[in-house]
């Protein structure tokens, strides 16, 4: 084989490597953009149906709103927690109460007491005041009316709104 065509080969084995570079590129391109375009449509069903289900559960929560929150529902069950509410607060006072009482329900009647415990002395009153007995508080005076007419000591009508 002569040295010409020896290169001619050459270049024919480098020019057919090329075009299969070409089309080996050409063809990954066109699985590349398939699966780009898949990609694509995946993703569009996916926002749609996240758009559905977002929409389903809005119209879920308006209905177990329109249910739950009637006035009678909020009414009942606010009434409810007012009741345990009151009970709850109430309790403290409760056990006072039967903690104070109970020495009187035995037998043997109630053990004197020389120095009540401090929230259990005579009628929830505490320290000294304990000790003092109670007395009704003085009745305020009334407050003499307001003068009517003129202040100077003239004497004029007085004029009473709505009349001229």
């Known amino acids: 084989m002569s040295a010409v065509d020896y290169r001619a080969e050459a270049r024919a084995d480098k020019a057919a490597v090329a075009e299969q570079r070409r089309q080996d590129a050409a063809a990954a ?52 927690g007012l009741v345990v509410a009151s009970g709850l607060a109430s309790l403290p006072a409760q056990v006072m109460h039967f903690v104070e009482i109970s020495p009187s329900r035995h037998p043997a009647g109630p053990a004197p007491l020389r120095d009540p415990p401090v929230g259990l002395d005579s009628g929830g009153r505490r320290g000294r005041d304990a000790r003092r007995p109670r007395t009704a508080p003085p009745r305020p005076t009334p407050a003499p009316p307001p003068p009517r007419g003129r202040q100077d000591g003239r004497s004029t009508p007085v004029r009473r709104p709505g009349r001229l």
């Open 29 to 80: 391109e066109q699985r590349r953009a398939a699966r780009q375009l898949a990609d694509d449509e995946r993703a569009a069903r996916l926002s749609a149906q996240q758009a559905a289900d977002k929409a389903r559960r809005k119209e879920d929560k308006a209905a177990w709103r329109r249910e739950k929150l009637t006035a009678q529902n909020v009414y009942r069950t606010g009434t409810l």
